[in-house]
C-alpha cells in the first residue's frame, strides 16, 4: 500500500486545517493507521492513531482535545482534524500504516510510510 497525504498549510494560531492521507490499495481497510509529526531538529513524535474499523483511537495529551482523527474505509482515506492550532504544532505531519488491529502510538510499528505535508502555524 502506498500513502499520499494532503491538506497541509499555513494557518493562523486559533485556525483548523484538515489532513487527508489516501491509501492506494482496498487492503489498507485492514491496516491500523497513524499520524506522526517531526519539526526540524526534533524526534518524530506520535499524533493520533485509529484501529482497522475506526472504532478505537489513540491521542497524544498534547492534541487531545483539539485533534481528530477518522477513517473513511470506502475512500481508503484517513483524516485529521485539526482544531485551536498552536505555533508549538508546527511540522511536517506523516501518514504511517501498518496491518493489525491498532492503535499503535510506537512509530517503530509502522512500516509503511507517506511523504509528509508541512503544516505551519504562525501567530
Known amino acids: 500500500v502506498q500513502l499520499v497525504e494532503s491538506g497541509g498549510g499555513l494557518v493562523q494560531a486559533g485556525g483548523s486545517l484538515r489532513l487527508s492521507c489516501a491509501a492506494s490499495?482496498?487492503?489498507?481497510?485492514?491496516?491500523?493507521m497513524a499520524w506522526f509529526r517531526q519539526a526540524p531538529g526534533k524526534e518524530r513524535e506520535f499524533v493520533a492513531a485509529?484501529?482497522?474499523?475506526?472504532?478505537?483511537?489513540a491521542y497524544a495529551d498534547s492534541v487531545k482535545g483539539r485533534f481528530t482523527i477518522s477513517r473513511d474505509n470506502a475512500k481508503n482515506t484517513v483524516y485529521l482534524q485539526m482544531n485551536t492550532l498552536k505555533p508549538d504544532d508546527t511540522a511536517n505531519y506523516y501518514c504511517?500504516?501498518?496491518?493489525?488491529?491498532?492503535?499503535?502510538?510506537?512509530?517503530?510499528?509502522?512500516?509503511?510510510w507517506g511523504q509528509g505535508t508541512q503544516v505551519t502555524v504562525f501567530s
Open positions: 485509529i484501529n482497522w474499523s475506526g472504532s478505537n483511537t
Open positions: 504511517a500504516a501498518v496491518q493489525g488491529v491498532g492503535p499503535y502510538s510506537d512509530y517503530h510499528l509502522y512500516d509503511v
Open positions: 490499495e482496498r487492503t489498507y481497510r485492514t491496516y491500523a
